[in-house]
């Protein structure tokens, strides 16, 4: 029972530098808890991303009169949840131990606590390591509000156990998991009020594009209380009832059939033994240097348990990066967050790369040039009717990206090609003479460039020499 690598934690992290470690001829086993596909693939990702499949169809149907189909369609939405489950069950069967164990990693379920830094005791085995690989992930972290804990409260956890789309949804917390739920969840009848401590939802993401996306959520349905600090719940007549109190100290009640929490996330790092060992911890998870590695030379840590984005996309990278500084170090590499990007896949999505307006001004102060292009300016936005939506690209004093934010349909395909060109560090007005096939809404930052190329030629200095000749 020696490896070359132990990672524990089979979720999006874990599974990949698995998979990792053993492209590189490295004997691996995978110590997992529950199941392989952690979060992601159980309560997260799959069965959210599941939900918003089935709530795009029932807006599509409800809204099918736009575009000239006419009946009058009864919905019936007790299978949703069973095709969300079927969709999670899918993913699994490509992660199961039998399917890792014909690529050459070892599967090990259960419990364990680390005896020193080679050696972990799960029940009555020892496992003895050379490489170590912490990536166990994070859960719903649940505040402390008076008589919460009374009441049968959902998080994420257990959102997707529920055998039908309820009649009425409180969500506390607009964050990316409170503000997607929502959306969903409305547009599958559910009546849904989100109440947020902060002024606004979705408080990380451009303040324009969330304007617009608040506007038209609440448009849809989505009832949006924002200011407001939940101080109490407690079960009244078959529903839970939230006591809030906003910035003004008046009292506000809420009720729905269930509540959701999803005010953030805690690391899971309780019950290893890291202390005993030397791994340094803090409120956030495990403590990493640039290279991943802890504070014990042959233990490293990804994902969530570690921060400081909690996406699975991050996770992957941060895994390929632990497992290459781990067993090749001679060419350490280095954890650059500098090119993060996310989507927050509400209805319409909202995706970000890099700097906000609000964050580059005050990093740049007005150095910066920020070019707006609406969704309606795209013909496929309007053969979709798929209006609402605009891209913000914020260049630097040279042209250059150094943020974009797309609120609309497909923005989360719009994003990468903006990623690209803010990683190869090219002008922004170079997108223009990039070939975009039409129509399509990748069309929406290619006319915003023609407007960055025309700021450029106006900027040069042969273009002004000419224009003063011409006008003697």
């Known amino acids: 029972m020696r490896y070359d690598l132990l990672v524990v934690g089979g979720g999006a992290g874990g599974l990949t530098a698995a998979k990792t470690a053993?492209?590189?001829?490295?004997?691996?086993?995978?110590?997992?808890?529950?199941?392989?596909?952690?979060?992601?693939?159980?309560?997260?990702?799959v069965p959210s991303k599941a939900l918003i499949k089935a709530a795009q169809v029932a807006h599509d149907i409800k809204y099918a009169g736009q575009v000239?189909?006419?009946?009058?369609?009864?919905?019936?939405?007790?299978?949703?949840?069973?095709?969300?489950?079927?969709?999670?069950?899918?993913?699994?069967?490509?992660?199961?131990?039998?399917?890792?164990?014909?690529?050459?990693?070892?599967?090990?379920?259960?419990?364990?606590?680390?005896?020193?830094?080679?050696?972990?005791?799960?029940?009555?085995q020892t496992i003895s390591f050379d490489k170590c690989i912490i990536a166990t992930g994070s859960r719903p972290f649940v505040p402390p509000i008076e008589r919460l804990k009374e009441c049968s409260y959902l998080t994420n956890e257990t959102l997707f156990d529920l055998k039908e789309i309820p009649q009425s949804m409180l969500i506390l917390g607009g964050g990316a998991i409170g503000a997607e739920m929502a959306s969903a969840l409305n547009r599958l009848g559910c009546e849904v009020t989100i109440v947020e401590m902060q002024p606004r939802i979705l408080a990380k993401e451009d303040e324009e594009l969330v304007k617009i996306l608040s506007d038209y959520m609440e448009k849809e349905g989505v009832r949006i209380k924002t200011g407001m600090r939940a101080t109490r719940a407690e079960s009244h007549n078959g529903k839970i009832r939230l006591t809030t109190v906003d910035s003004q100290d008046q009292t506000h009640e809420f009720e729905a059939q269930y509540l959701l929490v999803a005010v953030g996330r805690s690391p899971n790092i309780k019950g290893l033994g890291l202390d005993q060992i030397g791994v340094q911890t803090h409120k956030k998870g495990i403590v990493v240097n640039n290279y991943m590695r802890t504070s014990v030379s042959n233990i490293y840590a990804i994902g969530d348990v570690v921060g400081p984005y909690l996406f699975s996309h991050i996770a992957w990278h941060q895994a390929v990066t632990a497992v290459r500084n781990a067993f090749i170090p001679i060419f350490k590499k280095r954890m650059s967050y500098k090119n993060i990007m996310w989507v927050t896949f509400t209805a319409p999505e909202l995706a970000s790369v890099g700097l906000t307006e609000q964050e580059a001004r005050k990093q740049y102060g007005n150095k910066i040039t920020v070019y707006r292009q609406d969704y309606t300016s795209l013909d496929r936005a309007h053969t979709d009717h798929a209006l609402i939506g605009r891209g913000k690209f914020i260049c630097d004093a040279h042209g250059r990206l150094i943020g974009a934010q797309v609120l609309g349909k497909r923005a989360g395909e719009v994003i990468h090609e903006l990623q690209l060109l803010k990683v190869v560090g090219k002008p922004f007005a170079s997108l223009m003479n990039v070939i975009h096939a039409y129509p399509t809404y990748s069309e929406l930052p290619w006319y915003a460039s023609k407007q960055a190329f025309k700021d450029r030629l106006e900027k040069n200095w042969l273009i002004q020499l000419a224009r003063r000749f011409i006008s003697r």
Request: aromatic share 8%.
């Open 22 to 45: 053993v492209g590189f001829g490295k004997k691996v086993l995978i110590l997992e808890k529950n199941k392989l596909g952690g979060e992601c693939t159980w309560t997260g990702c």
């Open 68 to 124: 000239g189909i006419k009946f009058d369609p009864v919905f019936k939405t007790d299978g949703v949840m069973n095709y969300v489950r079927s969709i999670v069950q899918d993913i699994y069967n490509t992660q199961t131990p039998e399917k890792l164990k014909q690529i050459g990693i070892d599967v090990l379920i259960g419990n364990g606590q680390f005896i020193d830094a080679h050696r972990i005791q799960v029940a009555n």
